[in-house]
């Protein structure tokens, strides 16, 4: 296979994971806030890019600005451009086609692949931290204190993406949000079972008096089962892994050396015939 082939394969697999991480990252998705600091033209450009509600959701808005992203995916089509340049006149027949339009594509998509992993991270390291918030949380409730002043406690306390998520919801009810807002914001904020679970415990408690220590206690030895599986089938999916390298790496090199030391050896074996 020449260069350019290698390159245009190369352009096909960066779009195609950009566009598993961007398919992966939509579900759920909330129509974004119009972003400050960015001119009409960027910001209806970020807008229908999506980038400001996929910056928040990895976590990386205080650290990295929407002009930034614009700039570092415009940076990529130009980077990936400038390589199909150079590339695509080489390329055998068609495949000059495919590395000119793949690699500009590729590069440009790049950044949001990268935001996406990142949001992916931050939300398992969020369900990650939520048992052990759960079981606080449980003991707050069976002390007598209401739910607000649970969550308060956690975010004071915590560290982490959870614990952002938290602080955010105390500071809504703090500024007069009731607490159902705040929580319907929360849930919003984070798609899934597990924070909506959550939710739906504490407006069930507020509204009929139900106790709610007890479904929290459920929900965290739920969430930790669950855990325990995906490790397991984690673990499971990586022995086939290890046995694929033990077969193309290990067992060569072991043959290589038997035959190196045969080879050595010949003139002694071979005495006798």
Same mark, same amino acid.
């Given at each position: 296979?020449?260069?350019? *082939? =290698? @390159?245009?394969?190369?352009?096909? /697999? #960066?779009?195609?994971? !950009?566009?598993?991480?961007?398919?992966? %990252?939509?579900?759920?998705?909330?129509?974004?806030?119009?972003?400050?600091?960015?001119?009409?033209?960027?910001?209806?450009a970020a807008l229908r890019l999506g980038l400001p509600e996929r910056l928040r959701r990895?976590?990386?808005?205080?650290?990295?600005?929407?002009?930034?992203?614009?700039?570092?995916?415009?940076?990529?089509?130009?980077?990936?451009?400038?390589?199909?340049?150079?590339?695509?006149?080489?390329?055998?027949?068609?495949?000059?086609?495919?590395?000119?339009?793949?690699m500009p594509a590729a590069g440009f998509l790049v950044p949001d692949a990268l935001l996406?992993?990142?949001?992916?991270?931050?939300?398992?390291?969020?369900? *990650? =931290? @939520?048992?052990?918030?759960?079981? /606080? #949380?449980?003991?707050? !409730?069976?002390?007598?204190?209401?739910? %607000?002043?649970?969550?308060?406690?956690?975010?004071?306390?915590?560290?982490?993406?959870?614990?952002?998520?938290?602080?955010?919801?105390?500071?809504?009810?703090?500024?007069?949000?009731?607490?159902?807002?705040?929580?319907?914001?929360?849930?919003?904020?984070?798609?899934?079972?597990?924070?909506?679970?959550?939710?739906?415990?504490?407006?069930?408690?507020?509204?009929?008096?139900?106790?709610?220590?007890?479904?929290?206690?459920?929900?965290?030895?739920?969430?930790?089962?669950?855990?325990?599986?995906?490790?397991?089938?984690?673990?499971?999916?990586?022995?086939?892994?290890?046995?694929?390298?033990?077969?193309?790496?290990?067992?060569?090199?072991?043959?290589?050396?038997?035959?190196?030391?045969?080879? !050595?050896?010949?003139?002694?074996?071979?005495?006798?015939?």
């Open positions: 296979m020449s260069g350019a *082939g =290698a @390159l245009a394969g190369l352009a096909v /697999l #960066l779009g195609l994971a !950009a566009v598993r991480e961007l398919a992966a %990252g939509r579900r759920g998705r909330r129509a974004p806030a119009l972003p400050f600091g960015l001119g009409g033209r960027s910001a209806r990895s976590g990386l808005e205080p650290r990295l600005s929407l002009t930034a992203v614009l700039a570092a995916k415009l940076a990529g089509a130009a980077c990936g451009g400038l390589a199909a340049l150079l590339a695509a006149p080489a390329a055998p027949g068609r495949t000059a086609i495919l590395v000119a339009i793949g996406e992993r990142e949001a992916r991270r931050r939300r398992r390291r969020l369900v *990650g =931290a @939520l048992p052990d918030a759960l079981d /606080l #949380l449980a003991v707050s !409730a069976a002390s007598g204190r209401g739910p %607000g002043d649970g969550l308060e406690q956690l975010a004071r306390a915590g560290e982490g993406p959870l614990a952002e998520e938290l602080r955010v919801a105390v500071a809504e009810i703090s500024c007069g949000a009731p607490l159902g807002a705040a929580l319907a914001s929360l849930r919003a904020r984070v798609p899934g079972s597990e924070l909506a679970t959550l939710v739906a415990s504490i407006e069930r408690s507020r509204r009929f008096g139900s106790p709610l220590a007890e479904p929290l206690r459920r929900q965290a030895s739920a969430l930790r089962r669950d855990g325990r599986r995906a490790v397991e089938e984690h673990a499971a999916r990586a022995a086939p892994k290890i046995q694929l390298v033990v077969a193309l790496v290990l067992v060569p090199s072991v043959l290589l050396m038997i035959a190196a030391g045969l080879i !050595a050896n010949a003139g002694t074996l071979l005495a006798g015939f």
